[in-house]
Nanobody, 117 residues
Framework: QVQLVESGGGLVQPGGSLRLSCAASGFTFSNYLITWYRQAPGKEREWVAINGAGTTYAEFVKGRFTIPRDNDKNTVYLQMNSLKPEDTAVYYC?????????????WGQGTQVTVSS
């Protein structure tokens, strides 16, 4: 059974840090492009950081977030530092791969991050 399970969300004060985890099971994790997305209330889902051949970050998190990956543990993380109230959102991880024209696209259930004093 394919699963992506996010954890690590919570309430944090502005300027604080959180580390989200995305644990994968049921598929060969190391072959997949992993992306963290987020969705704030009333807004569209947006990508935050990608871990594939390298790492790529959205402009609004550059220098604050990192996306390390541990293939031995089938886990990708989102280390979030210097958090701002505008980072408040539900954070989702996504695993994506195309093989012989077929897309494999898996999502987790999301974890809430709230940045507030």
């Amino acid at each position: 059974q394919v699963q992506l399970v996010e954890s690590g969300g919570g309430l944090v004060q502005p300027g604080g840090s959180l580390r989200l985890s995305c644990a994968a099971s049921g598929f060969t994790f190391s072959n997949y492009l992993i992306t963290w997305y987020r969705q704030a209330p009333g807004k569209e889902r947006e990508w935050v950081a990608i871990n594939g051949a390298g790492t790529t970050y959205a402009e609004f998190v550059k220098g604050r977030f990192t996306i390390p990956r541990d293939n031995d543990k089938n886990t990708v993380y989102l280390q979030m530092n210097s958090l701002k109230p505008e980072d408040t959102a539900v954070y989702y991880c996504n695993a994506f791969r195309v093989v012989s024209g077929r897309q494999y696209d898996y999502w987790g259930q999301g974890t809430q991050v709230t940045v507030s004093s």
